[in-house]
């Protein structure tokens, strides 16, 4: 449309070109007046038309990830592809809070990933070409990843890939979590013996193969007054000194884990005294998600010199603007156990409220639609961070007072991520709360 207008006057109709991108982008995006912002209205010619072809290039990547799900699978045109490939979580709810006609709820954040969710079905007991049949569905999806990544980026010179799964396979706390929730220090990494490998857009590294575990771990899940009363317990009680341990037999933790811990545990206690945990005191936490994940590979898009050398494409004559639409570096695939889910229902067993939004683009569309339960829209609206059903994950290593605190870790560090978004501590009632510390807030404090 833009090379018509520049060779037929009659096409140009009474607007100039900038005036013409920003049509496109209010009525072929559906971006509103304040999603479009008075800074990018006032930007040059070239710097509105990088932003609308960067733009058509997520709602590309968004549109087709479905698409080539339902097409590695081999499943019929004629059933929807929506649920094959499933956009939720942190990128979600940033470009849904930038739809919102409300400038006081533009985000003043950026989403550290984007999170694809595609599903499996079962390991342990599908047929080896359901097997077979993922694998191929993975390994499509991450070229359609490795493809469009370097368009929505500068400077691209390699896509990095990095696959996050046990051999035993199976279990939430052994993959990684796409939500960055174990926080796990560079020797428990180590330990869960990932897999990094350097890769071109069109060489997929060797998947990963499922095999059922000899000792599979069971989720444990616990009461609401059990978890309260670990954030009462004197920390000694839940562990012990260091001198009480010999740290090269295991007796005693690494001196980080034990900061963490500590952190944990004041924090867990100041949310019982927020009244975050407020409650029936018999009803059970730690409930299973919905869904299970079999594994994730992160595509990752690596900044720097030697692009030439792989073929890819680095321009460095213009520093471009990403007007608060930026797109994050790397992409989460999160492929989990099960049939398809519909997006309302995989982002209904996200931990907290905020981050439960889907987008969607439908094939042949370029607008995007947002899929979010109605609790997290209202929570959203505004600005609140409440607690939903899965907002404590199991216990997969035990039921005692240290395996709980574990996994209160892992969730607090969540709450801080979305407080830090701007989201307000919000009990069941609507009643604002304070604020629990980061752990530099804690130890500088």
Known sequence: MLRLRATCGALRG?????????????????????????????????????????????????????????????????????????????????????????????????????????????????????????????????????????????????????????????????????????????????????????????????????????????????????????????????????????????GALHAGERRMLEWAHNELGRLSYLGMLDGDPQESLGRSRPYKIARCVDVKAHHGTGGAERGLRVDYRYLRKDFGWAFPKKVNIVQYHGPPLAPIELVAGFDLLPPQVAVVVAAGAARARFDVPEEAMSAISCGELRFGRYTFSPSYSGGAPLNLLHAARNQLMRICKYQARGFKLTKADGERVGKISTMDEYFVF
């Open 14 to 250: 009474p607007s100039n070109t900038s005036a013409y991108l920003l049509t496109i982008l209010a009525k072929g995006l559906g971006l509103s007046r304040y999603a479009i912002g008075v800074e990018l209205a006032e930007q040059s010619l070239r710097e509105l038309f990088f932003f609308c072809s960067r733009l058509y290039s997520e709602r590309l990547l968004l549109c087709s990830l479905p698409q080539t799900v339902r097409q590695a699978a081999g499943v019929s045109d004629s059933i929807d592809a929506t649920p094959y490939a499933i956009i939720g979580g942190s990128f979600a709810l940033h470009r849904y809070l930038l739809h919102l006609d409300d400038p006081d709820r533009r985000p003043r954040w950026e989403p550290d990933d984007l999170d694809v969710f595609i599903p499996f079905g079962c390991a342990h007991d599908s047929p080896e070409e359901e097997v077979a049949r993922s694998g191929a569905v993975l390994t499509a999806v991450q070229q359609k990843v490795s493809e469009l990544l370097p368009l929505l980026q500068e400077h691209v010179t390699e896509i990095l890939v990095k696959t996050r799964g046990l051999r035993g396979g199976g279990y939430p706390d052994e993959l990684g979590d796409p939500f960055a929730q174990m926080g796990m220090s560079n020797e428990e990494e180590a330990e869960t013996e990932l897999s990094r490998q350097t890769v071109t857009a069109t060489v997929p590294p060797p998947l990963m193969r499922f095999e059922e575990p000899e000792q599979p771990k069971l989720p444990h899940s616990y009461t609401r007054q059990l978890l309260r009363a670990v954030g009462q317990m004197p920390f000694p009680s839940i562990v012990p000194p260091e001198e009480d341990g010999d740290e090269e037999d295991g």
